[in-house]
Each structure stands twice: as structure tokens, then as C-alpha cells.
């Protein structure tokens, strides 16, 4: 099994700020990398898929780089609304796994 | 527009079974793998069950294997998941999911439905 693992578990952000949220797979996974937001009482949402694709209807500040086992979720320029969970997961192989999850609460 | 309605969640006791379904419409259900993810109360997600388009292949995590069976009717639109001998740590928010492609991301998820394992 893939074992994802984000860093950091949670970060306290003020508005405007940049955000970056790691996700390292245990081996490689190619681009199979997604993210995923999460807000409280909801169900999850995609943001990213593999690796660096934009989703539409997500907002342009929400970009996704990395390959093989690095990965990098960005948000540029963080508003109030951006205050979630965020995960990875990999498709890569099976069973597909998540990290554990990123909290970003806004200050 | 593409819904996924899960039912089927409840109290039981431990050692206990449920059954899960999930309800799908605004898409072809037969083109499409679906999953079953479970989110524990409090923390994070994890993907316990996959299947493909034609119930040809099938998936479990070890947490689930031997005890949750995934299956789909695609004449119905509709995924389950039998649960049999239910423990605690079972207990969680039980998601449907739409998989865009067999290897990629979940682009649909359900509403979810709640599990609770409990004497």
C-alpha cells in the first residue's frame, strides 16, 4: 500500500497569504495525484487532478505541481472561504489512499 | 446534473451487518468505477472498497477485506456495500464515489451516510 503523507497538519493563515501544503508518496506514483477541499459538515471536492490539472469552476489561485513522489498544493493568495481540510490521494495503484489531511484555518 | 444518495446507515451493535446503498443518476452508471470512501469521526479519509464499471474487479483495504462486500447493478444505477461483522472502529461517514476514470481522481461524491458500531 501507498502511504501518502502531508506536511504540515495544520497552519493558521492570514487573508492574502500564500499557502503550500506538501504530499509525499512512499514510492512513486507518476502524476496519479490528486486534492481534494474538504469544509466542515461537506463533502469532499476535487481541486487538482493529476498532479497539476485544473478542475473547473475552482477558483485560478488553487495550482498543483510535482511528479513521482513530491507533490505541492498552492493557494495563492488565501480568502476566508479557502478555511478547510485539504488531502491527497494517489490512483496510482490499488487500494488508492489519502494522506492524512491539512487543516488551514484563517487567523 | 450527476447526484449520488447513499441510505442505508444506522446504530448496531458490534458483530452486526448493514447494508449501504447508494443511488446514482445524471450520468451513465455502467461507464463508470465507483468507490466506497469512510471518514471516521474527526479524522481523515480512506478508501475501503473499489470496483469496476462491469463488477468485473473488485477492491478492499485491509481493514474491511473479508468483512464488507462491494457490488453494483447497473440495470438499477445503484452501488452497494454489505457490512458483516461490524466493530467499533468501523464507525464513520460512509461516502459514495464516482472514479472520472479507473486510475483517477473522484470527481463525484455523495452526501455520505453514518455508521455508527456501538452496544
Known amino acids: 500500500e501507498i502511504v501518502l503523507t502531508q506536511s504540515p497538519d495544520f497552519q493558521s493563515v492570514t487573508p492574502k497569504e500564500k499557502v503550500t501544503i506538501t504530499c509525499r508518496a512512499s514510492q512513486s506514483i507518476g502524476s496519479y495525484l490528486h486534492w481534494y477541499q474538504q469544509k466542515p459538515d461537506q463533502s469532499p471536492k476535487l481541486l487538482i487532478k493529476f498532479a497539476s490539472q485544473s478542475i473547473s469552476g475552482v477558483p485560478s489561485r488553487f495550482s498543483g505541481s510535482g511528479s513521482g513522489t513530491d507533490f505541492t498544493l498552492t493557494i495563492n493568495s488565501l480568502e476566508a472561504e479557502d478555511a478547510a481540510a485539504y488531502y491527497c490521494?494517489?490512483?496510482?495503484?490499488?487500494?488508492?489512499?489519502f494522506g492524512q489531511g491539512t487543516k488551514v484555518e484563517i487567523k | 446534473q450527476v447526484q449520488l444518495v447513499e441510505s442505508g446507515g444506522g446504530l448496531v451493535e458490534p458483530g452486526g451487518s448493514l447494508r449501504l446503498s447508494c443511488a446514482a443518476s445524471?450520468?451513465?452508471?455502467?461507464?463508470?468505477?465507483m468507490s466506497w470512501v469512510r471518514q471516521a469521526p474527526g479524522k481523515g479519509l480512506e478508501c475501503i472498497s473499489y470496483i469496476s464499471s462491469t463488477s468485473s474487479y473488485t477492491n478492499y483495504a485491509d481493514s474491511v477485506k473479508g468483512r464488507f462486500t462491494i457490488s453494483r447493478d447497473n440495470a438499477k444505477n445503484s452501488l452497494y456495500l454489505q457490512m458483516n461483522s461490524l466493530r467499533p472502529e468501523d464507525t464513520a461517514i460512509y461516502y459514495c464515489a464516482r472514479e472520472e476514470y479507473s486510475y483517477g481522481p473522484v470527481d463525484y461524491w455523495g452526501q455520505g451516510t453514518l455508521v455508527t458500531v456501538s452496544s
Open positions: 490521494h494517489q490512483s496510482s495503484s490499488l487500494p488508492h489512499t
Open positions: 445524471g450520468f451513465t452508471f455502467s461507464d463508470h468505477y
